[in-house]
């Protein structure tokens, strides 16, 4: 599962997607930035329901997110750092709490490089919203596909008290000119999120932006001091 954001927290309901894959859920607020833009128009039921996810979806050796999904968001930076910088802060997810502070603790199930069917169990807190409780969102992703340097997906359920959410995360990755262009569509279902879409969707889409903003800024820093 994948990404899960609001103005004072970010969620990363992965499937790490959501989920953060599924997910992403921030417990501070974050630091002023200018919000990732949708890469592409909204279409009517995303209008309806809050979300944003245009025609061709994000995919990753073919696979991307589940197409039907009420609750799914779509967004891209541009990173002006390397692409090995960035994939490495990506994919070494036993590191993501040194530059996500909304990620308590990441495990990894298996050794090794991030491959197909690896697999971590990450947490953070969720502060309640309407329709859903305050608590701890456990998460488990796995990776489906992933191809170096490229592309990841990955899949997972994020539990917590009286919550369910099945996510599903892609990532692509694509040299532009100025760097990077990190590109992440995110999908989360289950009974709690498909009760309330349209806050489903602002916090997907909060969550998903701030992932890019803390990668991006996590990025470049790196790239940064080593430049010099």
């Known amino acids: 599962m994948t990404g899960t954001r609001t103005t004072g927290f970010r969620a990363a309901l992965f499937t790490v997607p959501v989920v953060l894959g599924l997910l992403g859920t921030a417990a501070a607020p974050a630091a002023p930035a200018a919000p990732a833009a949708p890469v592409g128009a909204v279409d009517s039921r995303a209008a309806r329901t809050g979300g944003s996810h245009p025609g061709a979806p994000l995919t990753c050796r073919g696979e991307g997110v589940v197409p039907d999904a009420l609750v799914r968001h779509r967004t891209e930076v541009v990173i002006d750092a390397p ?27 298996d050794r090794g490089p991030l491959r197909r069917g690896s697999a971590f169990r990450w947490a953070m807190p969720i502060p309640p ?34 919550l369910r959410i ?52 996590a990025a470049e820093a790196r790239a940064h001091d080593r430049s010099r």
């Open 83 to 109: 692409l090995r910088t960035i994939w490495k802060l990506q994919t070494d997810v036993e590191r993501w709490p040194s530059w996500q502070a909304p990620v308590e603790s990441v495990e990894r199930l």
């Open 129 to 162: 919203v309407p329709s859903i409780p305050a608590t701890r969102l456990d998460i488990t992703s796995t990776v489906r596909q992933i191809a170096p340097h490229s592309c990841i997906r990955w899949t997972g359920p994020a539990t917590g008290e009286g």
């Open 166 to 217: 099945e996510g599903v995360h892609v990532w692509t990755f694509t040299k532009v000119r100025g760097g990077v262009r990190v590109s992440t569509e995110e999908t989360h279902t289950g009974p709690q999120v498909e009760a309330d879409v349209p806050t489903a969707n602002a916090l997907l889409r909060g969550g998903l932006e701030g992932w890019l903003r803390d990668l991006k800024s």
